[in-house]
């Protein structure tokens, strides 16, 4: 199983941006996909949860400015990020599970500028 995330960027305070994530090699329809964030010298966190059922979650910091969302038929997951914020800097990550597997992307940077 492959994820590859694309769609970071630079960008200036207030702007917006979208990331993208397409699941190969998978025979099924991953249960859950998630954006996962790190910034410099903080340990990685969870932004926004998407499962196959429909259900989402995010992230108290970005609720109300990103919003998650995946299509199963091309087992690709979205986060639009609105109202960036330079705390919103980071290496996004995109995780899948897939028959209770775990798989990461390889990582895509958000800088926003004040």
């Known amino acids: 199983v492959q994820l590859q995330a694309s769609g970071g960027g630079l960008v200036q305070t207030g702007g917006s941006l979208r990331l993208s994530c397409a699941v190969s090699?998978?025979?099924?329809?991953?249960?859950?996909m998630a954006w996962y964030r790190q910034a410099p010298g903080k340990q990685r966190e969870l932004v926004a949860i998407?499962?196959?059922?429909?259900?989402?979650n995010s992230a108290d910091s970005v609720k109300g400015r990103f919003t998650i969302s995946r299509d199963n038929a091309k087992n690709t997951v979205y986060l639009q990020m609105n109202s960036l914020k330079p705390e919103d800097t980071a290496i996004y990550y995109c995780?899948?599970?897939?028959?209770?597997?775990?798989?990461w992307g390889q990582g895509t940077l958000v800088t926003v500028s004040s």
């Open positions: 995780n899948a599970v897939v028959a209770l597997v775990g798989y």
């Open positions: 090699g998978s025979l099924v329809s991953p249960s859950a």
């Open positions: 998407a499962t196959s059922g429909g259900s989402t």
